[in-house]
């Protein structure tokens, strides 16, 4: 019955136009392409020919007022007409079109987008939101996906420290297995899974994409503590013969080229009551439910590196003096620096020094270097108050903590471990007489 | 079988198909009584007259704009431009009209025409005698792009040019119109469009290019050989449609591609090859792809055989991708 | 090719030419180079009588068809035009006040002859036979439009008519033309003539230079007309050339150039019968301008008003209009009946406003006519393209 009239796009692009006269009044009869108004815009004024004929029933916008394209500007009521000012729906096969409707726009080229049906916003997958940082070129992602190897967990031999398809080829052969298995013969519950928590936007925030060496860093880390039960000791040691003995020493050990800095005493105190603690240089076969006791020491160094934690391995520290250690560490700092570290210089570990003496603190809760069951943080060594004989003196003290993994190592045996460690620390002439 | 350069292959090709279609023409400038600046119509006017082998006067867009005349009439017309670098006067021409004539009649007005035109550096021509303007005319739909490195693939792929009814650029390398040599069949036969062609087997590296960039692509092909490095080349021969499927199927055993054409770089048709081999071919990437291209300069006179690319840069690209 | 016969159809679409004397009899033809392109052929006065020792050379049933001719394009404009005002379509040409020009050029062709159309041509095409739904389909753009919807209204293309679609470009049609008139030498069908259109701004723009000099060079067979409506857009003609007119631009390219009375129906017939006969018998090509004047805005998107003084675009409508002359000289003649030309006017708009309510109805065309026509055959690129989409709707 009534038909409304939108302004349409009259030239090229415009949005809006002024109504300059309307031609006929509310109430007046007017018939088909009979002159109804005139619109100007930027380019043109325009006179609008009726569309249909009827009684002019409502006039939307006055003489003088804008009214944008695409508004009713007036409504018709025709003679016999059904009401038709929506655009015409009609059903659209694959590969037809819509009709146009009423006002001459042709609907998009659609395909079967009913109107009224809200559209369905797809899921966005992020493919590399589960994978760690890693540099590969495409092809050695590939064959890592077709090797069946978590790429994260391989370290990278490569220029800029890429993970190279050789590298896959060795993670394979001689590594550990590729992906932990899901559901193991282990009687440890990994309770890793729960409900994602949302955190829901309150007030002024940041939000970081949750990936790369991060992600990588927080699954290592709650696995450690989900697996190993950890508990943590804490000792004071007074280093303070160990710092002259290594005050003493430096400069024999320049001369040498070695520069000596207490980390390479605490290995070799480390190393040497290991040896006495067996259960605490061993870990937890979970496929064959055994305790491996190792026979060698491989001294993992954790470190705040450029691009976050890194975990240096010193191999075979019973088998070095206290300068091969210092040398080795300082070739391991380099080789990090430069990007050359090699996957034995990396991994392997079976028991591991966190140096936190730049962070200062008394005290940490050190997580495992799992599957590892002990490791020690070295906090700051300094000045502090002692009383020895009665006296109040100035001492050079540290303290170690150490977590340990208590489903392998007792407390009895872990609290010993640490006196060994203390001892040797505090008297250095023992380490040196206890040497082969 | 007789040996012949691109000029003669191109020749025997119009020759061959004057005789076959009585509607086809040859015009453009000098291109008649004179057989063509190049020489690439010699003989025709003798042996088929003025009316079929016509010089014009000195206006590409009167050749192409006539050219599109003719053959909306029925005429198959082979208008020649006698360097791409003048190919601008009739730009408009080419691209609002020529390309577009089927597409706005609905089909009614096909326009065959074949349009010829020498193209590329190494002729000591400068700015105005040296230009690969390849790229324009690709990004242009509905006109087809040829480019064809030898003899043989001159001759098959102009005849199958010259049967067709679509619009097409057929470029012609002049650099090497006399120095490429090779057996051409003097019989009738044609080079299918669209396809490209595997001119050297190899495992480690997809060399990629057309035209005058063959010789050198097969330089650096043969230089890394000594060097123990194995390079697989392919010649596009048709730019537009390229033959995506053999790039892709030779880039995923290689896992590398070198990309080289003598226009500039930027925005050249190297980045298109570049962006459509990674779409389908992405994990098979042991790195980049590199392109080997013009400076982004016109062309030069002097320093022309800088300009270009030559073996060592090509060889340069293919460490590359190697040390990546 | 479409009948020899005239059609019985009201509108007067029929072309052919009676067996009247031969074109170039009048004195104007006879004038040299100069005096033609400077010249302003005319047989009717403004006021529709005949000028001293002019003639009219077509007969009744051929006045009476040009005339029918004239009113359809009138009445066309104006029921086109109220659509896009209302939103139906999104753009229309007028051609008011040029009819004359459009019909009596179309009038003296012949239907194996060729038009290379410009903006204000399709006139032309329907005199000629090209199906007046046909053109309506190609504004509305809609499934049954031959060209598949793919350009702006008034584009309107016929193979059968040999009515060529032009593009927006302007001018580049006119080599068109004188290569089809060519390739029509070439193949050596010599009772063709190709008929290129073109307004006062196409003789400013190279291509029509280019042409007109290969025109002359080929001698081919071609009749190339300007439709001087003294407009390009705002662009007065006093802008657009430094020539004393626009046929003497022609002469210099070696090509006789004539100029004519474009509201004179009679006049251009007889100019445009003169120039096609001489290109038949192998005389080469003529340059006729037509002069005439756009009384309407260039187009849906323009308005006059801002830039030219409408007061003499009023003279031209209402003391110039080529209808009102041609009538008063008919009704005159006798060859107009009292009440005809209102019968005609029934007719024709009865039939027009048919063919639009049928046409506006028709869907657009399918999504796959995209990537059809770009070649012979779509490229494995376009499917691919034409896929993508698919997948993401």
Redesign the interface.
Known sequence: MSFSFHLPDIGEGVIEGEVVQWKVAEGDKIALDQPMVEIMTDKATVEIPSPRAGTIAKINFAEGEICPVGDVLVVIAVEGEAAESAPVAAPAPAKTSKAPNGNGHHAPAAVSNVAGVPAVVPEVIDATATRGRVLATPATRRHARAMQIDITKVPGTGRNGRVTTDDLKNWTSGGAPAAAPATSSSMVHVPQQHTPVAIERVGNEERIPFRGMRRRIAENMSRSKFTATHFTYVEEVDCTDLVSLRNRSKERAAERGVKLTYLPFFVKAIVASLKKWPQLNASLDESTNEIVRKHYYHIGLAAQGPHGLVVTVLRNADQLSIFGIANEIQRLADAVQSGTATRDDLTGSTFTISSLGKLGGVMATPIINFPEVGIVGVHKLEQRPAVRDGEIVARWLMNLSISLDHRLVDGWDGAMFLQDVKTLLEDPNLMFMEMI | MPTMNIIQAVNDALRIQMTAESKMVILGEDVGKFGGVFRATSGLHDEFGADRVIDTPLSEAGIIGTAIGMALYGVRPVPEIQFSDFIFPAFDQIVNELAKFRYRSGGQYPCPVVIRTPYGGGIRGGHYHSQSPEVMFIHTPGIKVVIPSNPYDAKGMLLSCLRQDDPVLFMEPKRIYRASRGEVPTEDYTVELGKAKVTREGEQVTLIGYGAMMPIIHEAAKKADEQGISCECIDLRTLMPFDLETMVASVTKTGRAVVVHEAPKTAGFGGELVASICERAMQHLEAPIQRVCGFDTPFPYVLEHEYMPNANRVLGAIRQTLEW | MSTTTPSSDDAGTATGHPTVAPAGQSAYFSGDVEAKALGLYRILREDGTLVEGEHVNVDREQALRMYRGMLTIRIMDE?LL??????????YGESRGQEAAIVGSAAATAPQD?I?PALREAGVGIYRGMPMNSYVAQI???GE????G??MPC?P???DTNY??M?S?VA?????????????K??GDTDKV?VGYMGDGATSE??FH??I??AG??KAACVLICQNNQWAISTPGSIQTAAETIAIKGCGYGVESLRADGNDIFAVHEVTRYAVEKARAGGGPTFIELLTYRVS?HS????P??YRDESVTDVWRDDRDPLSRARVFLEHRGWLDLGQHDEYVAAIEKRVREVIATE??K??????T?I?????EP???LQEQLAEY?RT?
């Open positions: 029921r109220a659509l896009q005002r209302q939103g139906r379509t999104g753009f060729w290379v509305f753009g809609n439009d031959p060209s598949k793919r350009q584009h293309c016929d193979k060529v679609v593009s470009v580049s049609q006119i080599p068109h033309a004188v290569g089809i008139a060519w390739g029509m070439i193949l190709c190279a291509d280019v042409a000099n290969f060079v080929s805005a849906s998107s323009d308005d008003s801002r506006e109805a869907a657009p065309p399918a999504l796959d995209l059809e026509d770009v070649f012979e490229t494995w690129l698919l709707q």
